[in-house]
Structure formats: structure tokens, C-alpha cells
């Protein structure tokens, strides 16, 4: 994988993450009130009412207990300093049915509310394949920090979330020989879309 190459994925990333933003994530963010932020977090719902494809094969009942369970400790959650402190109180506040991810998500959607960002590059599923690519090794790490990635991702302007959808998006463009770009997240990009396992 040559720095031009990661340089081009990078930049198709800012190009079309701005013209399609992460519609989850603002919908919190914009909320009048934290419990009303917790509320569409935990239940996986955009502006549109529409349910993050990383949530599609949990029941509806199950994110609306959580959802209740996570407002019932809203006085604990904005007393968070921290991204990470968010992650281990929603890790904490877990109900049935809620798996790793799902916290996770539901913890950036929180922190865009609160403006706690992660500060680590979280290894789920797609971003670790990505990761080990890029890298050259198998990882068996929970997270890696920004300075632990090529010096192309050292920019100012590319957070830690931003890395973790890079990671996980272009994973199979990372391979050797495959120059294909396959932005699946983003609907009118007009690349070809796969399923994504992030």
C-alpha cells in the first residue's frame, strides 16, 4: 500500500462523507436535551427514522430497553469527562440483547452530544481487518492510538472516528493490487456498494 494510494482513499473519504454526513451521529447531536440524545442513540434512529445498518439485526424491543435503561442514568452519563468514560458507562448500563458495537455506537451518538470524542482508534470487526492491512500484522489490541497509523493519518483534520469509517470502508482497497474505491456508506457516491461488516 503506497502513501499516494492511502493519500487518494483519505481524500475520497472527505469528499464524500461531506456531501453524505453521518446522519446518526448529527441527529444526537442536535437533540434539545440529553435524554432525548440517549433516547435516538440507544434505539439506532436518524432524522428520517431510519435504523443504522450496525444495528438492523436487533430487536426493536431490546434497543427501546436500553434506551430507557441509559435515560434512567442520564445524571451519571453528563457527568462524563471523557469519550472513554462514556464507552465504560454504556458498557456498564448494557441491557439484554446489546452487543460491543452497539455500545460503542451508541456512545459516539451520546459523546456528539455531549462533544466527547474518541481520542483512540476502536478495533471492531471491519476496522481491525483494515487496520492489520495497513499495518502489515495481525493486532490483537482493543484500540490504537492515531500515531500508531502511517504518517498520512497524522492530519489535524482527521479525528479518530473519521480513521475508525476509513479502516473499515476502503479495508478491501487496501489489498494488494485491488484499486477500487468502495465507499459502501455513502448511496449516490456511484462506486460499487458491498455489505460491510464494520
Known sequence: MTEAKLKDIIQHYKQHRAAHPESWISHCAQQDSLEEAIYYAAI?????????????????????????????????????????????KIEL?????????????????????????????????????????????????KFLRKEDLPEVFQQSDLHCGAIEDILCMYKESFDDGNEAFLPRFFPHSGFQKKKHSC
Not at 49 to 62: C, F, T, V
Not at 98 to 118: F, H, M, N, Q
Open 44 to 88: 439506532a434512529r436518524n432524522h428520517e427514522g431510519k435504523k443504522n445498518k450496525h444495528q438492523w439485526r436487533l430487536k426493536n424491543i431490546d434497543l427501546e430497553k436500553f434506551a430507557v435503561q441509559l435515560i434512567d442514568k442520564a445524571d451519571d452519563i453528563k457527568n462524563c469527562t471523557s469519550f472513554e468514560e462514556l464507552l465504560k
Open 93 to 141: 448500563y448494557k441491557t439484554h440483547g446489546i452487543g460491543t458495537l452497539a455500545v460503542y455506537d451508541t456512545a459516539e451518538r451520546i459523546g456528539a452530544y455531549l462533544e466527547l470524542y474518541p481520542e483512540k482508534v476502536y478495533l471492531h470487526a471491519g476496522v481491525k481487518v483494515g487496520a492489520e492491512k495497513i499495518l502489515g500484522k495481525k493486532l490483537s489490541e
